[in-house]
């Protein structure tokens, strides 16, 4: 059978966790993400993870997140729509992408809030794509823009006032850094590649 982007994608999700836990040198993972890239059929995408544990069964699909005095985290094996509304009111809210299953190529995310904070962690292989009306706040698209053409899509639309809303494309390498040392490594620019390359 032939593979489908969305195939591509799961096979991926495997190999950055398996590089995350050790299992696969980072080396390892770059020829086994470029193998996926090349496979055209499901069963040459089975041989590029056939030596590493399959991932568990994912959780039921995500659809509303709510922050209100307080804050709520999302991380993990998640299984993601077409659509995550998240609510904010004098709250923060993250939602980690990085292991997710998509369940569509473009995955919009819908921000309404005010007084709080909005933190999307993404692999630097998405497109991200930010449509925002911001009083007194700002929402940005952070990090490497490693986009593969019809690769999947996060588009990030918000409507909010006083608040903080932030993409943050992560690079497979940084698996184990907990957020706050992931935020605190793109603003200081850990993510850009050597000067001279």
């Given at each position: 059978m032939r593979a489908?982007?969305?195939?591509?994608?799961a096979r991926i999700s495997v190999l950055r966790e398996a590089a995350a836990e050790g299992r696969l040198t980072m080396q390892e993972f770059s020829e086994r993400v470029a193998g996926v890239n090349s496979a055209r059929t499901v069963g040459e995408l089975a041989q590029l993870t056939q030596d590493l544990p399959e991932q568990p069964s994912?959780?039921?699909?995500?659809?509303?997140l709510l922050a209100v005095l307080g804050s709520t985290e999302r991380s993990g094996r998640l299984t993601v729509g077409r659509r995550v509304v998240c609510l904010v009111a004098l709250g923060n809210i993250d939602l980690d992408l990085r292991q997710a299953r998509l369940t569509e190529r473009t995955v919009t995310i819908l921000v309404v809030g005010v007084l709080g904070s909005v933190?999307?962690?993404?692999?630097?292989?998405?497109e991200a794509e930010v449509r925002a009306v911001s009083i007194l706040g700002h929402a940005n698209a952070n990090g490497n823009d490693l986009a593969r053409p019809g690769g999947p899509l996060?588009?990030?639309?918000?409507?909010?006032?006083?608040?903080?809303?932030?993409?943050w494309r992560v690079p497979a390498s940084w698996g184990q850094r907990s957020w706050r040392k992931i935020i605190r490594a793109i603003r200081h620019g850990e993510h850009l590649p050597p000067s001279g390359e």
């Open positions: 489908s982007d969305l195939d591509r994608e994912y959780r039921r699909p995500t659809r509303w933190d999307v962690y993404l692999p630097e292989e998405f996060v588009l990030l639309v918000s409507l909010s006032a006083l608040m903080g809303i932030d993409i």
